[in-house]
């Protein structure tokens, strides 16, 4: 019974260690990440709901409140309407545009 309980607790141990080093690789806190996934949630909604932008073909990546947007547009007033869209979202402390204008 005592092995049991001792492999238990190694086992714990090791998971907790190994999640911890997950969010130091990434810089993030666990806290962080929630929030980041908040926001590229909400973002992604606003831009698919939006009906001249349909964001389908935007992709959103969000790091520490910095949201990257990636993807095709078909004009530089769409590029500019996502942009503003992303920084409307409470949290996002600036947008980073990675957006193309297809031809």
Same mark, same amino acid.
């Given at each position: 019974?005592?092995?049991?309980?001792?492999?238990?607790? !190694? *086992?714990?141990?090791?998971?907790?260690?190994?999640?911890?080093?997950?969010?130091?690789?990434?810089?993030?806190?666990?806290?962080?990440?929630?929030?980041?996934? *908040?926001?590229?949630?909400?973002?992604?909604?606003?831009?698919? !709901?939006?009906?001249?932008?349909?964001?389908?073909?935007?992709?959103?990546?969000?790091?520490?409140?910095?949201?990257?947007?990636?993807?095709?547009?078909? &004009? &530089?007033?769409?590029?500019?309407?996502?942009?503003?869209?992303?920084? !409307?979202? &409470?949290?996002? !402390?600036?947008?980073?545009?990675?957006?193309?204008?297809?031809?």
């Amino acid at each position: 019974m005592k092995t049991l309980k001792c492999l238990v607790l !190694s *086992l714990l141990i090791a998971f907790a260690v190994g999640c911890a080093g997950y969010y130091e690789e990434e810089k993030r806190t666990p806290g962080e990440f929630v929030d980041d996934t *908040l926001i590229s949630t909400t973002v992604k909604r606003l831009l698919i !709901s939006d009906p001249e932008i349909k964001g389908m073909r935007i992709k959103v990546r969000v790091r520490q409140g910095e949201v990257t947007l990636s993807g095709i547009s078909t &004009s &530089s007033y769409m590029v500019e309407k996502a942009i503003g869209i992303a920084e !409307s979202v &409470s949290g996002v !402390s600036g947008v980073q545009n990675k957006l193309t204008v297809a031809e």
